[in-house]
């Protein structure tokens, strides 16, 4: 049962990385931010392999396991390139819902690839009524964007698929390897890709001008990232991913009441169902599992 308990601190520090990012990105470029965040992440990532001791074990690694561990790198890498092209050039209320059915198909993919199907039935109940609570959550706003033909459905459907795989393709990837070791090499890949978007945008100028105060909350998102991270990953080498998955995605929960302390952030009758909605389903899974 650890796996279940590392699951819901993966959510709870994932939530409050999204509250301290935030805080740290209302003048700084996000993609900037993202690249400076990863590196905290990666050094908080190999401090832990050092204190878990595991770094003598990096030369027992299969190449399989290897090569699905950068995969699973690449694949967040991808992910988050296709969804920020969608949202540059689609409506962000339509982008959003197919990217967050992410979730739903990493289950899906789960029962597939490793035959998860102990109570398929409830499962698939609570994976629809996860769903439902989803696009619940989102809100229907305004916007001026201009949607240059569907190519943003595109983008918005391969991060989707790119965010699920991350997740199946990890579970491969730390069989036989230490939690704590996976991630660390994972995060090295995901490293070299957020750099790689940022100078291939021309971002990296922004360095010069970062506000210290963001920067520092930039930093403690980082190491916010990094616990989530490393909870996530032992609870998918030890669990059911169709169950450390939808968990991990509660980190809404988190968000959504740190958002209201901290800027004051109310939520609608209708998100407030979605949200009631998706811990539903969660918790299903959960004690069903």
Known sequence: MLWIITAILSAVFAGLTSILAKCGIKKTDSDLATALRTIVVLVFSWIMVFVAGSFGTITDIKPSSFLFLVLSGLATGASWICYFKALSIGDINKVVP???????????????????????????????????????????????????????????????????????????????????????????????????????????????????KELLFISLSGIATGASWLCYYHAIAHGMVSVVVPIDKLSIVVTVAFSYLVFREKLSKKAFLGLLLMVAGTLIMAFFK
């Not at 698939?124 to 459905?153: D, N, P």
């Not at 699920?164 to 990837?173: E, W």
């Not at 070299?192 to 100078?199: G, K, L, P, Q, S």
């Open 98 to 212: 197919i990217d967050k059915s992410s979730t739903i198909l990493t289950v899906l993919l789960a029962i597939i690839c490793f035959g998860e199907t102990s109570n398929l039935l409830i499962k698939l109940t609570a994976t629809a009524i996860l769903g439902v609570g989803i696009f619940l959550m989102v809100e229907k706003k305004k916007t001026e964007q201009h949607v240059q033909g569907r190519s943003w459905m595109i983008y918005a459907v391969l991060a989707a698929v790119f965010a699920a795989l991350t997740s199946i393709l990890a579970k491969v990837g730390i069989s036989g390897v230490e939690s704590n070791l996976g991630t660390a090499i994972r995060t090295a890949v995901v490293l070299i890709m957020a750099w790689v978007i940022v100078f291939a945008r021309a971002k990296q100028k922004g360095l010069k001008t970062i506000d210290k």
